[in-house]
């Protein structure tokens, strides 16, 4: 019998390096499958229906939502986002591990209904490193670097709601405890 | 502040591999600290007080069991056996993970007194291949390796009581396994 596999929760504010972590990991395609939200929001140039997101109608997606279908659902400018059961399911019964990225609020709906889930957190050794690292990008003005670090402050407050908190430190030893992080969630003993 | 280390209790059943695991761990001296049991039978030829054992008078572990300084404890041919919670908590309050390993009933008596430990479970690939490494070995009569056996399949009954289970059937896989497991232990968020 083919081993379940775990599903991975991964949070974390803007600028701690998720992106880049989870990219690493990812590149084992065999072993995870990443989950892919569904939006009600139309696609941005580039983007692709059942890569970069699930693109549905409004109908749709109230549908899926009355019938139970989402793990777990938020609005956000009016459009509806949210991620589906059935694919996760499928790829856990197939033996992959599924790697979830979602906000914190998704998290706790998350935490909520899938207690088996290992929640993972990502977090930058400190707001001062944040701020510096997100004002070298230079891509946002100092404003909006004060409005992303006023956010993941916000965010940090979550943390004790996670199994595990990674500070991105070293980009390598933060992708090294990731492994970590899955591997000892593999190796759990379900209860 | 000092981030405070982990206990990590390991138990596993005869010839499961895990003085040879446990050695590679107990290499970094730094980060681990190995707890070492009490006892009140005689040192035997070549034992060294406080390195295999901490050998006491029957009159002091008694004394000490009484205070309520034992984590857990045991008899065994007339002999108490146990471990003290204050080298423990000195070695966790300076940072290091300090390393317990016991059978599978002071692993339940730890389990209740410490919710905080992280109880690994060493097992084989299956009895057979845990018989082959036995008789293997040459240094077991049959029936002594039929003995063991048996123990250890009762012993394995024992495995849901514990957090993680490794599998050890390639050696080099399960020392990175008991790493990946200790490395979470100490991103694991307090709750």
Tied chains: 1, 2.
Excluded: W
């Excluded at 906000?103 to 490193?129: C, H, N, Y």
């Excluded at 004002?135 to 006023?150: I, L, M």
């Excluded at 199994?163 to 899955?182: E, H, K």
């Amino acid at each position: 019998m083919q081993k379940k596999g775990r599903l991975i929760v991964v949070s974390a504010p803007s600028g701690c390096g998720k992106g880049t972590i989870l990219g690493r990991v990812l590149e084992d395609k065999e072993r995870f499958y990443y989950s892919i939200s569904c939006t009600t929001r139309a696609p941005r140039e580039g983007e692709i229906n059942g890569v970069h997101y699930r693109f549905m109608s409004r109908e749709a997606f109230e549908r899926e939502l009355a019938a139970g279908a989402f793990l777990e659902h938020a609005t956000y400018c009016d459009n509806y986002y949210g991620t589906l059961n059935a694919p996760i399911d499928e790829h856990l019964a197939a033996g992959q591990d599924v790697i979830l990225e979602i906000e914190v609020q998704g998290g706790m709906q998350i935490r909520e209904k899938r207690p088996d889930a290992t929640l993972v957190f990502i977090v930058p050794p400190s707001l001062e490193v944040l701020r510096e690292r997100l004002t070298k990008r230079g891509t946002e003005t100092p404003e909006v670097v004060e409005k992303r670090v006023a956010q993941a402050s916000r965010e940090l407050a979550f943390v004790d709601q996670y199994d595990y908190c990674i500070v991105n430190d070293d980009l390598d030893a933060a992708i090294a405890d990731m492994f970590s992080v899955i591997r000892a969630a593999e190796l759990r003993v379900d209860r």
